[in-house]
């Protein structure tokens, strides 16, 4: 799986989008960005996954740029329940998951 | 509905015993996980399987055996706990490599 490189820690204004870069240019052709977060100790969660058309959903739009390198998922107003740490994940044919450390996105009124 | 369940949610142990972990998912996914989250890392792959009978090691395995009896239950057995594996422990499931995965709550695992 691709190595995946995201800032430590943003922050975001209550009702503003909050927009999370994550880093993967050694991606390959196959793999697809995952995007899961973790509020407190909770379990993570799923948020969106793309290969490389931009995606959206209920939570959040997913953009991916024309080469694959890079992402950035999309929090189009983010609330005080957005507060996590966010987690990219590149991954391929393996069914497994490998998380990094996250950004810990601090939601802020 | 469907569903990821682990059990205990907190368990205190002594060094030295052996503990099992229980994870239990309805979904009939072949895919089932365990990670373990230690404060300051993110979460680190134990052991994983792709389907009945099947086990592989993660990244941090030394320590652990999980055995894959049926499609529902993972189990995640400590043969002799250390204060080392002293952690928060999720399991997860996923139908396939395109979807996404499911997370149990988390067992909190003492070992003193």
């Known amino acids: ?5 995201q800032p430590t820690s943003m922050d975001c204004a209550e009702g503003r ?4 870069p994550c880093n993967h240019s050694t991606i390959s052709g196959n793999e697809y960005v995952y995007w899961y977060r973790q509020i407190h100790s909770q379990g993570p969660q799923y948020i ?4 490389k058309n931009n995606e959206t959903n209920e939570m959040a739009s997913l953009i991916i740029t024309e080469d694959r390198k890079s ?3 999309i929090l189009p107003h983010a609330t005080l329940r957005d507060t996590a740490v966010y987690y990219c994940i590149v991954t391929g044919t393996a069914s497994k998951l490998t ?3 996250g950004t810990r996105l601090q939601v802020t009124l | ?6 059990s205990p949610r907190h368990k205190i142990t002594e060094t030295g015993r052996q503990v099992t972990l229980a994870c239990h998912q309805t979904w009939n996914h072949n895919n089932m996980f365990w990670y373990r989250q230690d404060l300051g890392h993110g979460l680190r792959l134990i052991h994983y399987s792709y389907g009945v009978h099947d086990t592989n090691k993660g990244e941090v395995s030394d320590g652990y055996s ?13 043969e002799s706990a250390a204060s080392s594996q002293t952690s928060v422990y999720f399991c997860a499931s996923r139908e396939h490599m395109n979807t996404e995965a499911f997370f149990g709550q988390g067992t909190r695992l003492t070992v003193v």
């Open chain 1, 99 to 101: 998380f990094g450390t």
């Open chain 1, 48 to 51: 969106i996954h793309g290969l």
């Open chain 1, 17 to 20: 989008a909050a927009n999370l």
């Open chain 2, 66 to 78: 999980v055995s894959r009896s049926n499609t529902e239950d993972l189990p995640l057995t400590l």
């Open chain 1, 71 to 73: 992402s950035t998922l």
């Open chain 2, 1 to 6: 509905d469907a569903e990821i369940t682990q």
């Open chain 1, 1 to 5: 799986d691709a190595k995946t490189t």
